[in-house]
């Protein structure tokens, strides 16, 4: 869709929004340097977390405190070398880590142009859980499985399935033609950034065309549903938070 005469695909709407690269504007946030951030959910949108597109100048780094936050980062291009705690690692394209709240992490000596997308929220603790700990590793590392058993809808589960975790970060791969099989309304947000190929979104009462760079914000129950199009997969990596009571 031209953009001239003010046209966009993006829409903030009081239970979802989609916002597309067209629309970002960037700033700076605290704990990165020679970096730009876009902030593309928040609380001040309704979500209960944050999802932010962080690129990295030549020169760049990160630095984050420790606080009550905990960090979901995925390498979308580019690499560094990441730290939380005592674990250092190398990071590419593909990478992702965990720093658990409490946990300061740093990216050292990042190439000119990383791109990295962090899911950001409070952590909620659980009486008797074992916190979550630190993870460093990467998407070709995780086996994918068929979601409710079916091929052209694969899964690919992030984080480990544990009661001290309360979030998920996984990434949906679908084959042309591919889709949800049902309309999900749920009581767990999702962040989501389109990796690859393209599709139909339907969020609550609206069907929207999304490609690779999109980002979506789900709340609560919002109706939710996808279909692939074109002629290569279309994958998303999403968020969600998980494993603690309602009340
Ligand atoms: O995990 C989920 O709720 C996932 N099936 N939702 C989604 O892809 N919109
Ligand atoms: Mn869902």
Known sequence: MSELFGHTRARVAARHALITPNNHVASTLPGFTDATAVVLISPVMGARFAQTLITFNKGGAANVAASDVETFGYFMSGGGTLG?????????????????????WTLTAPKSGTQLTLFQKKFQPLAGAPA????????????GTPFLGDPAANLQMLLPDEPGYDLAVNIFAYQPGGHLPFVESHIMEHGLLMLEGAGVYRLED??????????????????????????????????????????
């Open 84 to 104: 939380v705690g005592t674990h250092r690692q190398r990071c590419e394209a593909g990478g992702f880590f965990f720093a658990p709240a409490g946990q300061a």
């Open 206 to 247: 609206e069907w929207y065309p999304v490609q690779a760079g999109d980002v979506i914000w789900m709340g609560s129950y919002c109706p939710q549903w996808f279909v692939a199009m074109g002629k290569t997969p279309a994958r998303y990596l999403y968020y969600k938070d998980v494993n603690r009571s309602a009340l």
């Open 132 to 143: 979550p700990r630190v993870i460093i590793s990467e998407v070709a590392k995780v086996k």
